[in-house]
Structure formats: structure tokens, C-alpha cells
């Protein structure tokens, strides 16, 4: 899962960019309403943690600019004033949920994982492609058949999630750089050839029926073979 978070307030981006690393969760960290919207613009994201107060332009704004480009993301904002009538605001104007500050960061995840879950494309249960399911919770590969299960690291996991979203379609190495270490990264190809030497290893590992193939100069596709 790839989140963007757009909050002025730099100790507390950076506290939430903190635990949500620490949850597997890629996160982009925007500070302020403008940057905050080009950055939501891009549709990469599967959720957006959007503060109300903001400078440049406020978090209602950028809601609003969001849903009215199409963009059905989904939203969890964030803001000191807890009022009622802020609140109703924010919901009738396409936000998915409203958490008041201060907050526990445990509440904050959990709103997210439900927010995802209720708008992701492909429900979390159809991360089974083959013999093979990917866990996000312990972000792990399991061989449905054997049991056999492997760990997977931070990248790799976001990486093969990206496949198991997109089986049989070949995803372009810029498609993958974006998902995976986002634009400001400086990840090269090559760090791609790593991470999926990577995978195929482990998929090898658990005996699992799904191959990463790559299609020269294009990109690679999650394929599964029948014997
Ligand atoms: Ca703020």
C-alpha cells in the first residue's frame, strides 16, 4: 500500500511517516495544500491521511479539487478543530473518514486499513493468484497447497503486491519504479532486477507455480505456469 500524507506540521509527518513505515506501508509526506494536491493528482496512491489546516491551500480545497478531477481515492483527514460542523463538512465533501487530533496512532492505522479496504479494487481476500497467496499482515509468500511460507522484506513485498494486483499484465519498469520507491526516488533499473531476482527466489522457495517473466526492454509480468 502506497499513502500519501499531506500535513504542515513536521513533527508529526514525520512521527506518522514513522509508523507507517513500520506497518510496510509506503508513504510520501506532502506540507502543504498545493504540493499536496499535484502529488494526489498523479492517482498512485491507495489512500491520502489529508490535514484541514493547511498553507497554500486548506484541506477542504484539495478534497474538493480531488473528487471533482474524478478521483476516487480514498481520504482519511485529520484536523484540531473537532467540531461537528467541520466534520459533516469534510463527509459531504467526499471524505472517507474524519479523525479529530489529537489521535493514537493505532487509531489512525486502523482507519486506514478500513478506508482501503472498503475502496480497494481488489479485495484483500484476492491477493491468491495460483497455488500462491500473499499476506499483507505478516507480509509473507505462502504456498496455498503446501503451507510453506516465506517472509518478505518492505520492497519486496510492495513490489510482489503490485503483481498480485495485476496478474498477466506486463507492468512497465516505470510503473514499477513509481510504485515501489515513488518519483524522488533514486532507485535505477537495476535496483528492479535485484528485488525481482529477489522474489523469484522465494517464489522458487515455497515451490510456488508462479514465474516473473520479463519481456526485454518493457517491462515483467507475474505468470503462472501449468504443468
Ligand atoms: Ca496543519
Not at 465533501?93 to 489529537?102: E, F, I, S, V, W
Not at 500473499?134 to 505462502?142: K, T, V
Amino acid at each position: 500500500m502506497r499513502v500519501l500524507l499531506i500535513e504542515d506540521e513536521k513533527a508529526l509527518s514525520a512521527a506518522i511517516c514513522k509508523v507507517l513505515k513500520s506497518e510496510q506501508i509506503v508513504v510520501d509526506a506532502a506540507f502543504d495544500g498545493e504540493e499536496g494536491l499535484d502529488d494526489a493528482l498523479t492517482g498512485i496512491y491507495d489512500a491520502i491521511i489529508l490535514d484541514v489546516m493547511l498553507p497554500k491551500l486548506d484541506g477542504f480545497s484539495v478534497l474538493r479539487e480531488l473528487r471533482e478531477n474524478g478521483s476516487a481515492v480514498p481520504i482519511l483527514m485529520l484536523t484540531a478543530r473537532a467540531e461537528l460542523e467541520d466534520r459533516l463538512r469534510g463527509l459531504r465533501g467526499g471524505a472517507d473518514y474524519y479523525l479529530p487530533k489529537p489521535f493514537q496512532m493505532e487509531e489512525l492505522i486502523a482507519c486506514l486499513r478500513v478506508i482501503t479496504r472498503r475502496k480497494a479494487e481488489t479485495p484483500v481476500m484476492a491477493l491468491q493468484f495460483g497455488d500462491t497467496e500473499l499476506s499483507e499482515s505478516g507480509a509473507s509468500l505462502i504456498n496455498s497447497k503446501t503451507g510453506t511460507s516465506i517472509k518478505l522484506g518492505a520492497k519486496e513485498y510492495q513490489l510482489m503486491e503490485l503483481f498480485m494486483r495485476h496478474p498477466r499484465q506486463i507492468l512497465k519498469r516505470e510503473q514499477i519504479i513509481e510504485h515501489v520507491w515513488g518519483f524522488e526516488s533514486d532507485a535505477e533499473y537495476n535496483s528492479i532486477e535485484v528485488y525481482i531476482s529477489f522474489l523469484r527466489k522465494k517464489l522458487a522457495f515455497i515451490e510456488s507455480s508462479l514465474k516473473i517473466r520479463a519481456t526485454r526492454g518493457i517491462g515483467y509480468s507475474l505468470e503462472e505456469e501449468v504443468c
